[in-house]
């Protein structure tokens, strides 16, 4: 039972996380022959205020 868990910043539309979601499944499901409905993605959206790249918020680009 494969659990995937994806960590992006916030701002994505609800239409391309499902996209991605079901891309994701879709792959998993492939090459592991898992049946995609034990196939769990956990989705992680992190605020720009609190992500960091380089010493910079991603808050202040």
């Known amino acids: 039972m494969p ?5 992006l910043i916030e701002g994505r539309s609800e239409e391309q996380l499902k996209a991605m979601v079901a891309e994701v ?20 959206e992190l605020k720009k205020e609190r992500y960091a790249v380089n010493g910079k918020l991603k808050s202040e680009d």
């Open 25 to 44: 499944t879709e792959v998993v499901s492939k090459n592991t022959n898992a049946p995609k409905e034990n196939i769990h993605v956990f989705i992680e």
């Open 3 to 7: 659990f995937i868990t994806i960590e």
